[in-house]
Nanobody, 115 residues
């Protein structure tokens, strides 16, 4: 059974940092493209960043230069380092693995940026 478990969310002040983790089990993690998505209240889920199994990365314009996606295939874990956080980054953040039409999601972790 495939499981993706996100952690690391919380409340942070504007300008602060957080690191999200996504621990995968029951899946050949290194074979999959990993992505982070977010969904703010009343809005659609949108892409934040992706990292391919080879390490190529892609970022939404809104987070480029502030967020860094990475992965440790030996630990079956992916990360999203978030810096210079803004109130508009407030959302539930979801981890995703995708390959050849197979698509898996975590349960999400809440990130709230507020003073």
């Amino acid at each position: 059974q495939v499981q993706l478990v996100e952690s690391g969310g919380g409340l942070v002040q504007p300008g602060g940092s957080l690191r999200l983790s996504c621990a995968a089990s029951g899946i050949a993690f290194s074979d999959y493209t990993m992505g982070w998505y977010r969904q703010a209240p009343g809005k659609q889920r949108v892409l934040v960043a992706t990292i391919r199994y080879g390490g190529n990365t892609n970022y939404a314009t809104s987070v480029k230069g502030r967020f860094t996606i990475s992965r440790d295939n030996a630990k079956n874990t992916g990360y999203l380092q978030m810096s210079s956080l803004k109130p508009e980054d407030t959302a539930v953040y979801y981890c995703n693995l995708i390959r050849s039409g197979r698509d898996y999601w975590g349960q999400g972790t809440q990130v709230t940026v507020s003073s």
